[in-house]
């Protein structure tokens, strides 16, 4: 969109108190209608472009959504045989109350269960843990 702005046609009367004349009257009025017919364009315009952006943004945040929700779908723990997971889990566990922040070292395993449903039912399923 080209934005043409003219120039006034009477620099001295900004500068002055005095009135136009019938002609300088009639060359402010033009630049009067010129500059609200392009205000009103450039109005239009910026309705436009919001609502552009508007639906963008409505289609940036559901992308990113997407990605928030499938990106984990692929994370390698999910792919972790369950004798691995268990293992790590009991690798996990305190040797005494000495290396625990648990009053109880027994509590320990219930953390593991509190995770994830595929991991409570790992957890569960892991005599060693118990």
């Given at each position: 969109?080209?934005?043409?702005i ?6 001295h ?6 009135a ?14 010129n500059?609200?017919?392009t ?12 609502a ?13 959504n997407?990605?928030h ?11 972790l045989p ?6 790590i ?17 027994l ?5 593991l ?18």
């Amino acid at each position: 969109m080209q934005i043409d702005i003219q120039l006034s046609p009477v620099p001295h009367l900004l500068q002055s108190y005095n009135a136009p004349n019938a002609g300088e009257v009639r060359s402010i009025s033009r630049l009067l209608t010129n500059a609200r017919r392009t205000l009103r364009a450039v109005d239009a315009e910026i309705q436009k472009i919001s609502a552009a952006w508007s639906y963008l943004r409505e289609k940036r945040d559901a992308l990113q959504n997407t990605i928030h929700r499938h990106d984990p779908l692929l994370a390698p723990i999910r792919r972790l045989p369950e004798d691995v997971l268990r293992h790590i889990f009991y690798l996990s566990l305190p040797g005494s109350l000495k290396q625990s922040s648990f009053d109880n070292v027994l509590v320990a395993p219930l953390l593991l269960t509190q995770v994830c449903k595929p991991w409570k039912q790992c957890a569960i399923s892991s005599q060693r843990l118990w």
